[in-house]
């Protein structure tokens, strides 16, 4: 069948990223360990910002952004918004150096306007999911959604469980991207690790976001990250 052919070829030649969830690194050596990771193939740096408001925890703040960028690392850095409000957050953290801006849709008074005021301010837009979060929110935006990221834990905290319930809709949001045509890149963010990445990536998932299963193991980034990094055909 030529669709399942067309298909197969596409999955055949998709490339996945890695970023690295710095959640999980030695905070008393941010910089080192960014560069660590970035040298050991990683491909962007995710930067989770917690606020204990949206989420039961506190985390980093665009001062934080602003000094990886001073320290010379330039490699993307996806900037995810576990916080509420968000408006004054995206202008903070794009003069900060973000290149990706990535926010929870329940967070927002309105979408919209924030998906514009991201890209206005020159960074790359992306909504959020939590496991319970339908997706209804992402009808009508699918031209402004540069980004995905599929929760696969709740958020708040890094080293958790996978939610096996979140692969029937990584599946889903898959076809849907497929289907709208769309330059949507999909991420998935929570207990990924090396025994359950490959799963996602025959999903068809552009991004593994992965905190606790890199960083816990120093001196082995190299070898985590150019295992998750290999592709189906490989
Ligand atoms: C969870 C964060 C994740 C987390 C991932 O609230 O958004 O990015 O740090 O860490 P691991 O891979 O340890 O689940
Ligand atoms: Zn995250």
Not at 7 to 20: G, Q, V
Not at 72 to 87: E, R, T
Not at 122 to 134: D, F, Q
Request: charged share 20%.
């Amino acid at each position: 069948m030529v669709i399942a052919f067309a298909t197969r070829e596409k999955m055949k030649n998709r490339i996945h990223s890695i970023a690295p969830s710095i959640l999980a690194a030695d905070f008393a050596c941010l910089g080192e360990e960014v560069e660590a990771v970035l040298a050991a193939g990683a491909d962007l740096i995710h930067f989770d910002v917690m606020d204990n408001h949206y989420v039961p925890n506190l985390s980093m703040g665009p001062m934080v952004c602003k000094s990886l960028r001073t320290y010379g690392i330039d490699a993307p850095i996806d900037v995810h918004l576990m916080a509420s409000p968000v408006d004054n957050l995206v202008v903070s953290f794009a003069q900060a150096g973000a290149s990706h801006i990535t926010f929870h849709p329940e967070a927002s008074q309105h979408i919209d306007r924030t998906l514009d005021l991201i890209h206005e301010n020159g960074c790359k837009a992306g909504i959020a999911l939590n496991p319970a979060t339908p997706l209804n929110c992402l009808e009508y935006l699918w031209q402004k959604l540069d980004l995905i990221l599929v929760m696969s834990v709740n958020p708040g905290f890094g080293g958790q469980k996978f939610i096996p319930a979140v692969v029937d809709k990584i599946a889903t949001i898959r076809k849907l991207i497929d289907i709208h045509n769309s330059h949507t890149l999909l991420a998935v963010d929570g207990g990924i690790n090396l025994d359950n990445y490959i799963d996602l990536v025959k999903l068809g998932v552009d991004i593994l976001v992965v905190g606790s299963a890199i960083f816990n193991y120093r001196g082995k980034y190299q070898s985590i990250i150019s295992k998750m990094k290999q592709s189906l055909t490989e």
